[in-house]
Nanobody
Framework: VQLQASGGGLVHPGGSLRLSCAAS????????IGWFRQAPGGGREEVAC????????IYPDSVKGRFTISRDNHENTVYLQMDSLKPEDTAVYYC????????????????WGQGTLVTVSS
């Protein structure tokens, strides 16, 4: 069982990136999947979640209107489209599931993929 996040990189403020979270040996569509981030010296923050069967999405105010989470069941991948990026979005981004259907993903009991670094800088 594995989650693999990818798509990070360096982007200028105001730019966009799309992160991907691919799963192996289980179906992402069966569970709620969350995207989290952790900035240097900071705590882990959930920035998006998509529910299992209903696909309900939630976002914190810090990214609402700028980030969009989506799922492609055929590709078994969850995406995080990040637009209007700000320097404060700089962090390592992770995808995770706690094996429930419902958002938010409980970080303390979650299964984590490896992270991908997003750097927003001019």
């Amino acid at each position: 069982v594995q989650l693999q996040a990818s798509g990070g990189g360096l982007v200028h403020p105001g730019g966009s990136l799309r992160l991907s979270c691919a799963a192996s040996e289980f179906r992402l569509g069966s569970y709620a999947i969350g995207w989290f981030r952790q900035a240097p010296g900071g705590g882990r923050e959930e920035v998006a979640c998509i529910g299992g069967s209903d696909g309900y999405t939630i976002y914190p105010d810090s990214v609402k209107g700028r980030f969009t989470i989506s799922r492609d069941n055929h590709e078994n991948t969850v995406y995080l489209q990040m637009d209007s990026l700000k320097p404060e979005d700089t962090a390592v981004y992770y995808c995770a599931t706690d094996w429930s259907q419902f958002c938010t993903v409980v970080a303390s009991s979650a299964f984590w993929g490896q992270g991908t670094l997003v750097t927003v800088s001019s």
